[in-house]
């Protein structure tokens, strides 16, 4: 089975990584084959570096900014 994840942050700094290492815990309990997005719409505060961290493992980053 396949999974994607889709994961909408704002401003998540403090947490963001624990929320995609947990996903993918229970996604390869639960998939032969896991995809995880991020979709950062725009934060202030350090959510872009962490996700930059985090896409060098196995989430995707998707970087929006408000219009």
């Known amino acids: 089975m396949h999974l994607s994840v889709v994961v909408p942050c704002f401003n998540e700094e403090g947490n963001i990584a624990d929320v995609v290492h947990q996903a993918a815990e229970v996604g390869r309990i639960l ?33 929006r900014r408000p219009r």
Do not use: C, W
């Open 31 to 63: 998939a032969s084959k896991l995809e995880i997005i991020v979709v950062n719409d725009g934060d202030t505060d350090g959510t872009v570096d962490v996700l930059a961290g985090l896409q060098k493992g196995r989430a995707r980053v998707e970087n």
